[in-house]
């Protein structure tokens, strides 16, 4: 997916991964901090540690082939 917050990355000619989640109040008045999932946000968390840190192992041809 290209979304717009890949921005100037996109003419490095590397691998860009966008993690979004669009629940209905996304961008309306009803999304305000006290909505947030605080379980939701640990999970995202974590999984983000497990994901850089196998990006990290991998090398440029797996990430970008």
């Known amino acids: 997916m290209a979304s717009g917050e890949g921005g100037g990355y996109r003419s490095l000619d ?3 991964v966008t993690a979004m ?3 209905p109040l996304y961008h309306t008045s009803g999304e305000v901090l006290e909505v947030i999932s605080t379980p939701g ?3 995202m968390a974590r999984f983000l540690t ?3 840190t196998e990006v990290d192992r991998a090398t440029r041809e797996v990430l970008n082939p």
């Open 21 to 23: 989640q669009a629940p």
């Open 14 to 16: 590397v691998a860009i």
């Open 41 to 43: 946000l640990e999970r």
């Open 50 to 52: 497990n994901f850089l």
